[in-house]
């Protein structure tokens, strides 16, 4: 993780949506499959007579995922609910990493794994690859920009923030990348959705024809493409607004998380444009209750019979029954990780803002 100034480092908290590494390691650059195509410039010359790269090299050791973001996308065409879970993780990823000021810098559908042990339709996202990622001493998360020379801008061009792409060095200039990773899943959320980016191409055209794509620092919010009939309108207004030129438009990555995962658990009367007033206290603390029992027992529940194989068979059934739609059905640990994740960090407050903010478009 790039250090500013190189004088520190630091290590993020464990989270469920952020590749998890162990250990690093340096080695010798084996020769893989492939990689005379994929990388023959990174290679070093005792592999390719023409590569530039180095004998050694930094290894991480990391838990094997089933594929990347955009091999999941090419193969599949996630429903509804499927893209909200993957939406909402993103944003859990992206909150998690702000708030230890942190901005990844380069998100795209290459730099998000999955795994698919629940199947398809419920993959756990996680969040990787922070080569190019910076932290900062503070929240505000702004990086000097005193020349050409000294350009914080890194990762994707494509899909950089408007903010990011269209500042100038000059003395006391900097740059801010507190919502240029928010800006980047509003591009992202195109794709998972299942159109095109709109702001760089997710495949090889088979046409023959030219897409125009728009660029971050010149587009009009206007130009933003209209997503299917079938994503909720809540979640349209969310990507919308994530897409904000000016970034005082957009909301924080704390409202765009909280929004996603009340439109995944909470009662839909909340979000409703016509409801003439906000839940009450009392209606928000019991339904986080509830949510923090329903996890709590159902985990039991599932730890305690998959652990004790001496349970007869009418003890089995009866606590089947208790379980009802558990966690042991498909997608059941994926949500309950998630509603962790939410629980772990919500405030009342966020789940007000969150709220108010969606009732405003």
Partial sequence: ????????????????????????????????????????????TRINPSGYGRNMSLFCVMKRYDMSLRDYLTQHKPPGHTSLLLLTQLLEAVLHINNHNVAHRDLKTDNILLSLSEGWQYPLLVVTDFGCSITTDSSSMTVPFPSREADPRQGNVALMAPEVKTATPGLLRSVNFTLSDLWAVGALA?????LENPFCSTHQNTSGSKQKYLDSATYRESQLPRLPKCVPASVKHLIHDLLRR????????????????????????????????????????????????????????????????????????????????S???????????????FLAR??????????KWNRAF
């Fill in 246 to 325: 000016n970034p005082r438009n957009r909301p924080s990555v704390n409202i765009a998380a909280t929004l996603c995962q009340l439109i995944l658990w909470a009662p839909s009367k909340w979000l409703s444009r016509h409801a003439l007033s906000l839940p009450t206290h009392t209606e928000i603390m019991q339904w986080l209750l509830c949510l923090t029992t329903k996890v709590l027992c159902e985990a039991r529940l599932s730890r305690t019979q998959r652990t004790d194989g001496k349970k007869n068979v009418g003890q089995r059934r009866r606590m089947e029954e208790m379980r009802g739609a």
């Fill in 327 to 341: 966690s042991e059905r498909q997608g059941g640990q994926l949500e309950y990780e998630l509603v962790s994740t």
């Fill in 1 to 44: 993780m790039e250090c500013r100034f190189c004088s520190k480092h630091m290590n993020l908290p464990p989270h469920p949506n952020i590749v998890e590494m162990p250990c690093v390691f340096v080695d010798s650059i084996p020769f893989l499959k492939d990689s005379m195509q994929l990388y023959p410039d990174a290679l070093p």
């Fill in 190 to 194: 195109y794709e998972i959705y299942g």
């Fill in 346 to 355: 919500v405030h009342y407050m966020d789940i007000i803002q969150a709220i």
